[in-house]
């Protein structure tokens, strides 16, 4: 299809550097050709095109389209490839990614010049040094000076790809936390619905999917009386914890632990933890039980029974002990020797105790007890230490028995044996007595329990622990000899403890223990006692944070933005390089002081502290949660603005916060000189509308008056002069006619949009059938149809979407060689837009002329093929950028033309 917009090219053909001289396709020099050289109205936009191409952050290449050859690069292009400049201008387009994969690449540089290929792709370059450095593209067209031109925007993705290759890892790991953990954990949202589930919640409750947690872990219909979870989402519940202890619909006891939260999107959840504890409730009451049955038979038992904790102080006694002190027993609790015994005595049993309690283990020794009723007694104090479930000494029981009455001693002896033998077995350490010559004398039910779960013996009594450490050294157990070495200094006296940390690994799982050996005192042979402490979680944690904090600082150290963390006060408690550079202070200055009196300028200190009060009580502020722009102060004096993001964060004493900075003081800059240009631009294209309104409209006058003059002469003097003179004076008519024409038509272009542009709901519908009535006489006369289909209501300026349509459909009638001409109008919707689309069958537009169409006074054809003024399109091109959309063409020779536009759809909010 032809068309009466075209254009004539407007480059000389060659292509010339900045120094004038011609240059060939492919060379090195043809860098500096593809930019004409500015006139003095446009050297400055020259000059900025051509900082901003070489300032650029991400590398540019311009290629030939044709050739493929790199014809253009900036200064960020050097730096990906590691190569000067004059080594990339010249090579081809592929020689910029490994050799093996150039193929795929010349490929994808023929889709992109073919048009067949756009956005964004990603790829690899190889580097000067050889290493292949993964990038994103993004390729563009346009033609310059005649030449087309390819323009590839890569971007290196290096970092970005091992960043998120580091968070995919960090959330794996997350979620391996959550699934391998044996707790069940679920996330509840307002509507009491579970919204995340782990495996182990599966597992008790069963599936999850849209169900209401009382249904799920109680099996009620609706929420239970005064539900903890609904407590959680009130106002004044904000961050609140809870724990409960409650029953499932199986009779199950779980203690749950429940904390409200926002998600990403700031709606409230409630985090719910819980451990199943039925076992543990049945132990708490047969250990209630048992003490029940403790404490009874301690009362029957004649001989004064107590105990102590770590500080010397009683816990309890019996009522045989009760009656001998003469205190009730509910008054002992928390009493010391002092309190209860004579000066002299007290002094003895204080030193007694402190010296067990510093040596754990038994001693009995001989003294005297104060009985109210019968007067002091010899008695032979037996006393031992207890451990808690940490191995640490928990304090020590004492019996007290009468010399008189060894019958009764002996008794109480062996209660005293059975009692200390209950406590050890009740410790979840494996605990083992060795003699002095390493035989195994005692394991408590931990031990036995242990080995038999992993292979072991069940009895390891008068086993040699040092052969035990020979056996595990000769298959491979490097820590067996340190062990072996520490127990024997602990049996010799040489060393009051020992501890070991060594792993002890299942095929099902990664454990670690800590040995701790001490000498057992008040034995006539040396005794050692070994605990083995499981410390695998505490490993693990020790292990994570760790990598937590070593991963933390790396990533503060390096990062560009200043980083400041505040305490409940508004002190600075961290302080990263890049904010000592930013505001001049060391991480020594800077730590400790307010950070608003430090870093905000005077006017603003009163305001920043009433907000901060605010802060300190709630953990919420304008500025928590938010990016704000605000001025700062560095440590010269100097005010600059920065843009400051903040994030709360709960301390023991209150809410402090953490926060990023970033000086913008480079970016405000390349703001304003960005809006300073735009409104020169905006100014420019208003001068130069008006000058086109004004000297068209004002040619039109004497224009008229040539061309009637003209008119008159050749009615007047036609056949009276000679053949010639008609001949001119016709060209002369012609010509001014002509001129009239294109006045005409260049006051009609510069009147888009400056008349009739205010826009409206338009039905395209109706619009198309008035155009059609217009054109009725044109269509009957070309025995034409004009059809249309699925065509909307859209907001727009009514006379110019009529005249951009009539344009059109009068262009597919006009160029059209067909006995039948038709052209038809259809729209469809897009992303946030409407994409119309005319199409026809005629004499179609060749591919290299597609662009130069829509210029204004362009034409293909000679006025004796088809007649027209050249403005068409160009008028088309205008309405449609009123309208903020584009416009664009798919034709071929003799193959039809289609002529698409959009227009924002601005219905959907676009």
Same mark, same amino acid.
């Given at each position: 299809?032809?068309?009466?917009?075209?254009?004539?090219?407007?480059?000389?053909?060659?292509?010339?550097?900045?120094?004038?001289? &011609?240059?060939?396709?492919?060379?090195?020099?043809?860098?500096?050709?593809?930019?004409?050289?500015?006139?003095?109205?446009?050297?400055?936009?020259?000059?900025?095109?051509?900082?901003?191409?070489?300032?650029?952050?991400?590398?540019?290449?311009?290629?030939?389209?044709?050739?493929?050859?790199?014809?253009?690069?900036?200064?960020?292009?050097?730096?990906?490839?590691?190569?000067?400049?004059?080594?990339?201008?010249?090579?081809?387009?592929?020689?910029?990614?490994?050799?093996?994969?150039?193929?795929?690449?010349?490929?994808?540089?023929?889709? !992109?010049?073919?048009?067949?290929?756009?956005?964004?792709?990603?790829?690899?370059?190889? !580097?000067?040094?050889?290493?292949?450095?993964?990038?994103?593209?993004?390729?563009?067209?346009?033609?310059?000076?005649?030449?087309?031109?390819?323009?590839?925007?890569?971007?290196?993705?290096?970092?970005?790809?091992?960043?998120?290759?580091?968070?995919?890892?960090?959330?794996?790991?997350?979620?391996?936390?959550?699934?391998?953990?044996?707790?069940?954990?679920?996330?509840?949202?307002?509507?009491?619905?579970?919204?995340?589930?782990?495996?182990?919640?599966?597992?008790?409750?069963?599936?999850?999917?849209?169900?209401?947690?009382?249904?799920?872990?109680?099996?009620?219909?609706?929420?239970?009386?005064?539900?903890?979870?609904?407590?959680?989402?009130?106002?004044?519940?904000?961050?609140?914890?809870?724990?409960?202890?409650?029953?499932?619909?199986?009779?199950?006891?779980?203690?749950?632990?429940?904390?409200?939260?926002?998600?990403?999107?700031?709606?409230?959840?409630?985090?719910?933890?819980?451990?199943?504890?039925?076992?543990?409730?049945?132990?708490?009451?047969?250990?209630?039980?048992?003490?029940?049955?403790?404490?009874?038979?301690?009362?029957?038992?004649?001989?004064?029974?107590?105990?102590?904790?770590?500080?010397?102080?009683?816990?309890?006694?019996?009522?045989?002990?009760?009656?001998?002190?003469?205190?009730?027993?509910?008054?002992?609790?928390?009493?010391?020797?002092?309190?209860?015994?004579?000066?002299?005595?007290?002094?003895?049993?204080?030193?007694?105790?402190?010296?067990?309690?510093?040596?754990?283990?038994?001693?009995?020794?001989?003294?005297?007890?104060?009985?109210?009723?019968?007067?002091?007694?010899?008695?032979?104090?037996?006393?031992?230490?207890?451990?808690?479930?940490?191995?640490?000494?928990?304090?020590?029981?004492?019996?007290?028995?009468?010399?008189?009455?060894?019958?009764?001693?002996?008794?109480?002896?062996?209660?005293?044996?059975?009692?200390?033998?209950?406590?050890?077995?009740?410790?979840?350490?494996?605990?083992?007595?060795?003699?002095?010559?390493?035989?195994?004398?005692?394991?408590?039910?931990?031990?036995?329990?242990?080995?038999?779960?992993?292979?072991?013996?069940?009895?390891?009594?008068?086993?040699?622990?040092?052969?035990?450490?020979?056996?595990?050294?000769?298959?491979?157990?490097?820590?067996?000899?340190?062990?072996?070495?520490?127990?024997?200094?602990?049996?010799?006296?040489?060393?009051?403890?020992?501890?070991?940390?060594?792993?002890?690994?299942?095929?099902?799982?990664?454990?670690?223990?800590?040995?701790?050996?001490?000498?057992?005192?008040?034995?006539? +042979?040396?005794?050692?006692?070994?605990?083995?402490?499981?410390?695998?979680?505490?490993?693990?944690?020790?292990?994570?944070?760790?990598?937590?904090?070593?991963?933390?600082?790396?990533?503060?150290?390096?990062?560009?933005?200043?980083?400041?963390?505040?305490?409940? #006060?508004?002190?600075?408690?961290?302080?990263? &390089?890049?904010?000592?550079?930013?505001?001049?202070?060391?991480?020594?200055?800077?730590?400790?002081?307010?950070?608003?009196?430090?870093?905000?300028?005077?006017?603003?200190?009163?305001?920043?502290?009433?907000?901060?009060?605010?802060?300190?009580?709630?953990?919420?502020?304008?500025?928590?949660?938010?990016?704000?722009?605000?001025?700062?102060?560095?440590?010269?004096?100097?005010?600059?603005?920065?843009?400051?993001?903040?994030?709360?964060?709960?301390?023991?004493?209150?809410?402090?916060?953490?926060?990023?900075?970033?000086?913008?003081?480079?970016?405000?800059?390349?703001?304003?000189?960005?809006?300073?240009?735009?409104?020169?631009?905006?100014?420019?294209?208003?001068?130069?509308?008006?000058?086109?309104?004004?000297? +068209?409209?004002?040619?039109?006058?004497?224009?008229?008056?040539?061309?009637?003059?003209?008119?008159?002469?050749?009615?007047?003097?036609?056949?009276?002069?000679?053949?010639?003179?008609?001949?001119?004076?016709?060209?002369?008519?012609?010509?001014?006619?002509?001129?009239?024409?294109?006045?005409?038509?260049?006051?009609?272009?510069?009147?888009?949009?400056?008349?009739?542009?205010?826009?409206?709901?338009?039905?395209?519908?109706?619009?198309?059938?008035?155009?059609?009535?217009?054109?009725?006489?044109?269509?009957?006369?070309?025995?034409?149809?004009?059809?249309?289909?699925?065509?909307?209501?859209?907001?727009?300026?009514?006379?110019?979407?009529?005249?951009?349509?009539?344009?059109?459909?009068?262009?597919?009638?006009?160029?059209?060689?067909?006995?039948?001409?038709?052209?038809?109008?259809?729209?469809?919707?897009?992303?946030?837009?409407?994409?119309?689309?005319?199409?026809?069958?005629?004499?179609?537009?060749?591919?290299?002329?597609? #662009?130069?169409?829509?210029?204004?006074?362009?034409?293909?054809?000679?006025?004796?093929?088809?007649?027209?003024?050249?403005?068409?399109?160009?008028?088309?091109?205008?309405?449609?950028? !009123?309208?903020?959309?584009?416009?664009?063409?798919?034709?071929?020779?003799?193959?039809?033309?289609?002529?698409?536009?959009?227009?924002?759809?601005?219905?959907?909010?676009?």
């Amino acid at each position: 299809m032809g068309t009466d917009s075209e254009r004539k090219d407007c480059g000389n053909g060659q292509a010339r550097g900045e120094s004038g001289a &011609p240059e060939g396709n492919g060379s090195a020099a043809a860098a500096a050709s593809l930019l004409p050289a500015p006139d003095c109205a446009h050297a400055d936009t020259d000059q900025e095109f051509r900082l901003a191409f070489e300032n650029a952050l991400d590398a540019i290449f311009w290629a030939d389209a044709a050739t493929g050859i790199i014809v253009r690069v900036n200064r960020a292009a050097e730096d990906l490839m590691g190569r000067p400049r004059s080594e990339l201008l010249g090579m081809s387009q592929m020689d910029l990614h490994p050799a093996n994969r150039r193929d795929f690449y010349r490929e994808m540089f023929e889709q !992109h010049a073919s048009g067949g290929i756009t956005g964004r792709r990603q790829a690899v370059v190889a !580097h000067a040094s050889g290493r292949e450095i993964p990038v994103q593209i993004s390729v563009s067209g346009t033609r310059i000076n005649g030449r087309d031109i390819i323009q590839g925007v890569f971007r290196n993705i290096e970092d970005a790809q091992k960043a998120q290759q580091a968070l995919e890892a960090e959330r794996r790991k997350f979620n391996t936390l959550l699934e391998t953990t044996n707790a069940f954990i679920c996330s509840i949202d307002q509507s009491l619905t579970v919204r995340y589930a782990n495996s182990v919640f599966t597992k008790h409750f069963g599936a999850h999917a849209n169900r209401k947690c009382h249904d799920i872990l109680w099996g009620r219909a609706a929420p239970c009386p005064d539900c903890p979870i609904q407590k959680l989402f009130d106002d004044a519940a904000n961050g609140q914890e809870m724990t409960r202890e409650c029953a499932d619909a199986r009779g199950r006891i779980h203690k749950i632990f429940l904390k409200a939260y926002r998600d990403q999107t700031g709606a409230r959840q409630a985090l719910v933890t819980g451990f199943d504890i039925t076992n543990l409730k049945y132990a708490e009451m047969e250990l209630e039980a048992r003490n029940m049955f403790l404490n009874t038979l301690l009362d029957t038992i004649p001989a004064p029974v107590f105990y102590k904790d770590e500080k010397g102080r009683y816990l309890g006694c019996n009522k045989a002990f009760e009656e001998h002190a003469g205190t009730p027993r509910e008054q002992l609790a928390g009493k010391t020797v002092f309190d209860l015994w004579p000066r002299q005595l007290a002094e003895v049993y204080h030193e007694a105790d402190t010296k067990l309690l510093r040596e754990p283990g038994r001693h009995a020794y001989e003294g005297q007890m104060n009985n109210p009723r019968t007067g002091p007694r010899d008695v032979i104090f037996h006393k031992a230490t207890f451990n808690n479930p940490d191995g640490s000494v928990g304090g020590l029981l004492g019996i007290t028995v009468d010399i008189t009455e060894r019958k009764a001693m002996e008794r109480r002896i062996a209660h005293q044996e059975r009692f200390v033998s209950s406590i050890l077995d009740s410790l979840s350490s494996n605990i083992c007595i060795l003699d002095g010559r390493g035989s195994i004398r005692y394991t408590n039910a931990a031990w036995d329990r242990f080995s038999g779960e992993n292979g072991g013996r069940g009895d390891y009594k008068d086993w040699n622990y040092f052969q035990v450490c020979e056996a595990a050294a000769r298959q491979g157990d490097a820590l067996a000899h340190d062990a072996a070495h520490g127990i024997r200094l602990v049996l010799d006296g040489k060393l009051d403890e020992f501890r070991l940390e060594y792993p002890c690994h299942s095929p099902d799982e990664l454990r670690w223990f800590r040995m701790i050996v001490r000498p057992l005192q008040g034995s006539d +042979s040396p005794l050692a006692v070994i605990s083995h402490n499981n410390i695998t979680e505490q490993k693990l944690a020790d292990d994570a944070l760790r990598l937590s904090e070593g991963r933390l600082r790396t990533i503060t150290d390096t990062t560009q933005d200043a980083i400041v963390m505040i305490d409940e #006060e508004g002190d600075i408690s961290f302080w990263n &390089p890049a904010a000592a550079r930013m505001f001049g202070y060391s991480q020594e200055e800077a730590t400790g002081q307010n950070l608003h009196r430090l870093l905000a300028p005077a006017e603003f200190h009163e305001a920043h502290g009433k907000a901060f009060a605010s802060f300190q009580k709630t953990g919420e502020g304008a500025a928590v949660g938010k990016t704000l722009e605000l001025a700062a102060i560095n440590k010269n004096g100097d005010r600059f603005p920065i843009e400051m993001s903040l994030a709360a964060r709960r301390l023991p004493r209150g809410w402090g916060a953490v926060g990023i900075i970033r000086d913008i003081t480079e970016r405000n800059k390349a703001r304003e000189q960005l809006r300073q240009a735009m409104d020169d631009l905006e100014r420019s294209n208003r001068e130069l509308e008006e000058f086109a309104y004004v000297a +068209s409209h004002d040619l039109k006058e004497p224009l008229r008056m040539v061309v009637s003059y003209m008119q008159l002469l050749e009615r007047r003097y036609k056949g009276q002069l000679d053949e010639k003179a008609d001949k001119f004076i016709g060209y002369a008519v012609d010509g001014a006619m002509r001129m009239q024409k294109l006045i005409s038509a260049l006051l009609d272009y510069s009147r888009v949009g400056r008349v009739n542009g205010d826009f409206e709901t338009v039905d395209c519908t109706a619009l198309i059938e008035r155009i059609a009535g217009d054109l009725s006489a044109t269509v009957s006369e070309k025995n034409a149809r004009i059809t249309y289909s699925d065509l909307p209501e859209v907001q727009a300026a009514p006379a110019l979407l009529g005249q951009l349509l009539q344009n059109l459909v009068a262009n597919g009638l006009k160029y059209c060689t067909d006995p039948a001409p038709h052209v038809h109008v259809s729209a469809e919707r897009g992303h946030g837009e409407w994409v119309f689309s005319v199409s026809d069958n005629g004499i179609g537009i060749p591919p290299e002329h597609h #662009e130069r169409i829509f210029k204004i006074f362009q034409r293909l054809h000679t006025r004796d093929e088809f007649q027209g003024t050249g403005i068409g399109l160009s008028v088309c091109k205008k309405a449609v950028e !009123h309208h903020h959309g584009r416009i664009w063409v798919e034709s071929g020779q003799g193959q039809g033309s289609t002529f698409f536009f959009t227009i924002p759809d601005r219905e959907a909010g676009s």
